[in-house]
C-alpha cells in the first residue's frame, strides 16, 4: 500500500442496507477525513479525526458515522442508505490537521437505488 | 457565514497564460489552498498560502490577499494536460477546509 487507499472503488445499494466504505493510510498521518462530492457543489466534510481515538462531525454528517480505533484506518458507514447519499466519496489525510497537504484517496463511486 | 466562490468554468489556449479567482469568507482564517483534480480522479494539492504575497512553483503560481479575502491561480505555458478542475479551499479558525466548488478550465489548441 501506498498512500491513501480506499474501498470499494464504485458500489450501487439498494435503499435501506448498511454500507461501510474502507479507508486506509500508511503515512502514518494523525489527521483523516471523510468528503462527499456532488456536481456542482464543493467538497463537503462529512465526519473527521485529528487523532486516533478521536471523531468529529463535520458539515453533513447525518446518516454517516465514522470510528478511529487506530492510526491507518478510518470507516464510514451508512447505517441505512438513501438516494440522497449517491455521491463520490473521498477520504483523505494529513500530518496534522493544522494547514498541511492533505492526500486524497481515489475515490469510492456510490449509487444508492 | 462561511463562503468560497470561484468561476464556474474558464477556457483558455494553450501556450497561453490564465488566471483562476477565488473570494473567501471564512469564520477566522488560517490560510489558503489550491487542489488541481482531473475528471474522475482525486485532487491533489497545488499550493498554500498563509501570508500577503505570490508563490511560484514551477509554471503554477499562487497569490493571497488577506485583507481583500482574495487569492488566485496563475498558470503559465499551458499544456493540454492542465486541464482540469481547480479547487480553491480556505481554512477556518479550526483549521477545517471550506471548499469552493471547483473551476473547471478547458484548454483549447
Known amino acids: 500500500i501506498a498512500g491513501i487507499t480506499q474501498a470499494p472503488t464504485s458500489q450501487i445499494l439498494a435503499a435501506g442496507r448498511r454500507m461501510t466504505l474502507r479507508c486506509t493510510q500508511d503515512?502514518?498521518?494523525?489527521?483523516m477525513y471523510w468528503y462527499r462530492q456532488d456536481l456542482g457543489l464543493g467538497l463537503r466534510l462529512i465526519h473527521y479525526?485529528?487523532?486516533?481515538?478521536?471523531?468529529g462531525k463535520g458539515e453533513v454528517p447525518d446518516g454517516y458515522s465514522v470510528s478511529r480505533a487506530n492510526t491507518d484506518d478510518f470507516p464510514l458507514t451508512l447505517a441505512s442508505a438513501v438516494p440522497s447519499q449517491t455521491s463520490v466519496y473521498f477520504c483523505?489525510?494529513?500530518?496534522?490537521?493544522?494547514?498541511?497537504?492533505?492526500?486524497f484517496g481515489q475515490g469510492t463511486r456510490l449509487t444508492v437505488v | 457565514g462561511q463562503n468560497i466562490d470561484q468561476p464556474t468554468e474558464m477556457t483558455a489556449t494553450e501556450g497561453a497564460i490564465v488566471q483562476i479567482n477565488c473570494t473567501y469568507q471564512?469564520?477566522?482564517?488560517?490560510?489558503l489552498f489550491w487542489y488541481q483534480q482531473h475528471a474522475g480522479e482525486a485532487p491533489t494539492f497545488l499550493s498554500y498560502?498563509?501570508l500577503d504575497g505570490l508563490e511560484e512553483k514551477g509554471r503554477f503560481s499562487s497569490f493571497l490577499s488577506r485583507s481583500k479575502g482574495y487569492s488566485y491561480l496563475l498558470l503559465k505555458e499551458l499544456q493540454m494536460k492542465d486541464s482540469a478542475s481547480y479547487l480553491c479551499?480556505?481554512?477556518?479558525?479550526?483549521?477545517?477546509?471550506?471548499w469552493g466548488a471547483g473551476t473547471k478550465l478547458i484548454i483549447k489548441p
Open positions: 483523505a489525510s494529513s500530518d496534522n490537521p493544522e494547514g498541511t497537504e492533505a492526500f
Open positions: 503515512m502514518r498521518h494523525n489527521a
Open positions: 479525526s485529528n487523532t486516533a481515538g478521536t471523531t
Open positions: 471564512t469564520s477566522g482564517f488560517n490560510g
Open positions: 498560502n498563509v
Open positions: 479551499a480556505g481554512t477556518d479558525s479550526n483549521y477545517q477546509l471550506i
